[in-house]
């Protein structure tokens, strides 16, 4: 979670008993938060659990009053979501990299004795950054029958709620999520899986001692090393193998994390995420949608904007549509692309779907509670619809976007382009094989389909879709669907783009070392940021530090260091840092093969 207490396993004895195997650990106090972000301890506010736990007030404050300022600052985020100020003021207060890497760190292990206490928060006063530290999480990564607790969407005084919608606060959470749950991140399987057996290593043999101390506490059984192992692996094969998938799915449905894909990078056609590459290698990018990139370590996405939309709908919600809940096997000709009778299918426009209790009464217009609830979880939808050759000029991107209860498969002309919450081949009555929450279906969720614009037809075209509902018995169903297209010419910049990024088109030559970073853009819908550092050219193999010169006497500020080319090819040091000693990171410099520069004190 951001940033922790350091700790290490250690045998404990009190007067020469053994008492068992610990964990000691650091406390996130005011002198930890110096040693960790510099300063004195004495200018560090430090509450444990909530504001009338106060560890330290810093100098010339109280600790629970400019907590209290930090959180009323969130709470105008909530009152006023789309004013760029408000959440820039809340950003001066509170560090949101870390606060969103401890809550993540929180709801991927279920740690369910949290968010009411088993927290600290430190603060620099006077103008510090509030950050949140881990404490006492033994209630993490819990067997689903120890505790059955979810804290998905829990925060300490309920500070995400008040910043979930925000947009930059969304686009930021949706960033860290692609950072922390793909290309080998810190929550991706099978990472996690590693991280886990890593720290099962820690203790494999302590355990012996620990078991032999304490295994019969409670037990007449003594427990083993055994079973210890047999829990943990329970723990990797039950829990662990499945929670990044479960958590990136409640993430997607919170609206936390974008359904346009990011770009996946490759250097010269094979996937690679960051890492070393050869002088003019190629960079690609595949992605939904168009896919804008910076090489200079901006954002391609400028804060506080959204790309104004050149959407245009193909397939409005309140189109007209044919239904039918079906009673017995139907031609797959009914999915378009072939001719099709529908002249004895229920007739309407605007959603579908029906509702036992409320909830779901404003979003439909067909109502089909007497064909499905206790007869069938499927119903299909047929949307006739005409394409023009104006509608297919420019056109660069095609968007569903859909309300629905519980899942669905989509059909353009006969071809699928869309599912969820199925797998296999749908049957006339098949249900949707897991749940969409009502809240999150009121909402329309948006599913890039640009790689089906060739479906299209100039003329009519079909668009239709086996809704699914999860159970014949459920209370209320919902489906109702957009198609929109987007269009841009190659020279239109839209809104929101910052002035250095560039519009992707080909392979880009790498010629020195770059901090790539991409976005996709479907509509006015950003996708996360994909990021990765190259080292470009044998940056490592030949550079060497070649002279010091450490602290001359008579005048200081006389210090250099010397570094060398001793390859046989030029270099660029762009992007080479020094991480010890000094700061410095290198601007685009090239140095030839046995040239040398002199790094010294700026004065």
């Known amino acids: 979670g951001g940033y922790s207490p350091h700790g290490l396993y250690a045998h404990v004895y009190l007067n020469g008993l053994y ?9 996130p106090d005011d002198s930890w938060a110096a040693q960790m972000f510099g300063g004195e301890k004495e200018e560090y506010d430090v509450l444990k659990h909530s ?3 106060v560890v330290n007030n810093g ?13 009323s600052a969130a709470g105008k985020v909530a009152a006023d979501p789309g004013n760029p100020a408000t959440y820039n003021a809340l950003c001066r207060m509170l560090d949101v990299d870390n606060f969103i890497a401890d809550l993540l760190s929180h709801w991927y292990a279920t740690n369910w004795d949290w968010p009411e206490k088993n927290w600290y928060a430190t603060h620099r006063s006077p103008d510090g ?8 999480a033994e209630h993490s990564m819990e067997l689903p029958e120890w505790s059955s607790d979810n804290v998905l969407g829990l925060s300490a005084y309920d500070i995400h709620a008040k910043l979930r919608a925000n947009p930059d606060y969304r686009m930021h959470f949706a960033d860290l999520v692609h950072r922390f749950f793909f290309n080998a991140g810190v929550i991706s399987y099978p990472h996690t899986a590693e991280m886990y057996r890593t720290r099962m290593a820690q203790i494999d043999r302590a355990i012996v001692g620990e078991s032999a101390r304490w295994g019969d506490t409670r037990s007449a059984v003594p427990h083993t090393r055994a079973d210890w192992l047999a829990n943990q692996n329970q723990i990797l094969t039950r829990v662990i193998a499945g929670r990044s998938t479960v958590v990136l799915n409640w993430l997607r449905n919170a609206g936390l994390y974008p359904n346009v894909v990011a770009p996946v990078f490759y250097v010269n056609g094979a996937y690679q995420h960051g890492g070393p590459a050869s002088t003019g290698a190629e960079i690609s990018m595949q992605a939904d949608g168009t896919t804008w990139y910076t090489l200079d370590g901006g954002d391609p996405r400028l804060p506080g904007t959204t790309p104004a939309s050149t959407e245009t709908a193909l397939v409005a919600e309140d189109a007209a549509k044919r239904v039918l809940v079906p009673a017995a096997a139907v031609s797959n000709a009914w999915r378009g692309g072939s001719a099709f009778d529908h002249s004895t299918w229920i007739s309407g426009t605007g959603g579908v779907g029906f509702e036992r209790g409320t909830g779901y009464e404003d979003y439909f217009d067909i109502d089909v509670q007497s064909q499905m609830y206790n007869r069938n979880a499927t119903c299909y939808v047929r949307i006739p619809f005409n394409v023009t050759v104006a509608d297919l000029t420019n056109l660069t991107t095609l968007t569903l976007k859909i309300r629905y209860d519980d899942g669905f498969v989509v059909y353009l002309n006969g071809t699928e382009i869309s599912r969820k919450n199925f797998t296999g081949d749908p049957a006339w009555n098949s249900p949707a094989n897991a749940s969409n929450p009502d809240a999150s279906a009121e909402v329309f969720e948006s599913f890039d389909v640009t790689a089906h614009v060739s479906s299209l037809r100039l003329g009519e075209n079909i668009l239709a879709a086996q809704a699914l509902n999860q159970s014949m018995a459920s209370s209320d169903f919902l489906f109702s669907v957009q198609l929109m297209a987007g269009r841009s010419s190659a020279s239109e910049i839209p809104s929101g783009i910052a002035a250095t990024a560039m519009r992707y088109g080909g392979p880009v030559n790498l010629t020195k070392s770059a901090c790539v970073k991409a ?3 479907s509509g006015s819908t950003w996708s996360a940021l994909n990021e990765a550092v190259y080292s470009v050219g044998p940056v ?3 550079l060497r530090v070649s002279e010091i010169l450490y602290h001359p006497e008579g005048d200081p500020n006389a210090e250099f260091i010397e570094l060398t080319n001793v390859g046989d090819e030029t270099i660029n040091l762009n992007l080479v840092r020094f991480t010890r000693g000094i700061q410095c990171t290198f601007p685009s410099f090239e140095l030839t093969p046995g040239g040398y520069c002199l790094l010294v004190k700026d004065i």
């Open 19 to 27: 008492w068992g195997m610990y964990y000691v650990h650091e406390r």
């Open 51 to 53: 504001t009338s736990r």
């Open 59 to 71: 100098l010339g404050g109280s600790a629970a009053s400019n907590f209290n300022a930090m959180v």
């Open 129 to 136: 950054l509030w950050r949140f530290h881990t404490w006492d």
């Open 519 to 521: 976005r996709s853009l």
């Open 540 to 542: 490592a193999e030949s």
